[in-house]
């Protein structure tokens, strides 16, 4: 399987971003999914979306990127990790 990219975004590329981003990694290394994390803010997906596997963000966003797209924010608030962290698994896995 190749390595996949995903972008993990927020409102300041720091704090909730980190969380969901750490989340991610260590789901994906006990699934052993080789994978790439690309931190930023939401305002700069549309620049960095290029060879993205998948697009996961801890605010609301509803513009199309043509690219698969997650909440991360059940990483953050808890509500919800196991759900949110299936359904990016199951992006990954294809």
Known sequence: MKK???I?????AVATSTVAANRIVELCQKEGI???IV????SEI????????LIVTTSRVTKNYGIPLETGMPFVSGIGAEEAGR???AHLRS
């Open 4 to 6: 996949k990219r995903v």
């Open 8 to 12: 993990v975004a927020c409102g300041g």
């Open 34 to 36: 080789d994978v790439e």
């Open 39 to 42: 931190q930023c803010r939401v």
């Open 46 to 53: 549309s620049a960095k979306c290029q060879n993205v596997d």
């Open 87 to 89: 359904k990016i698994l």
